[in-house]
């Protein structure tokens, strides 16, 4: 079964840079879907960013567009999350959730990592 585990959060200050990571374990990650989600203590789950199994697609939400790269090193396993520009309302919990579509839908998620922006 896979099992995923986020790192890499940590606390910066407004206008710098972390790249989280997503690293899978139990199975290949090679006809995954990648989901990054991130939710902040009473706010909504928000769909962050989403690159495709091979990684020839991706789609970022509104308010990192232009600031935020997602990207994936199917040899390693591993997912990333290029976070340039921070911003305090960047501060949330960030999550990658794996879907694939083999005969119904299964997805995965990790235990996220925290990002917290802040001076």
């Known amino acids: 079964q896979l099992q995923l585990v986020e790192s890499g959060g940590g606390l910066v200050q407004p206008g710098g840079s972390l790249k989280p990571s997503c690293a899978a374990s139990g199975s290949t990650l090679d006809f995954y879907a990648i989901v990054w989600f991130r939710q902040a203590p009473g706010k909504e789950r928000e769909r962050v960013a989403c690159i495709s199994s091979t990684g020839g697609s991706t789609e970022y939400g509104d308010s990192v567009k232009g600031r935020f790269t997602v990207s994936r090193d199917n040899a390693k396993n591993t997912l990333y999350l290029q976070m340039n520009s921070l911003k305090p309302e960047d501060t949330a919990v960030y999550y990658c959730?794996?879907?694939?579509?083999?005969?119904?839908?299964?997805?995965?998620w990790g235990q996220g990592t925290q990002v917290t922006v802040s001076s």
């Open positions: 959730n794996a879907i694939i579509v083999a005969g119904a839908l299964f997805d995965y």
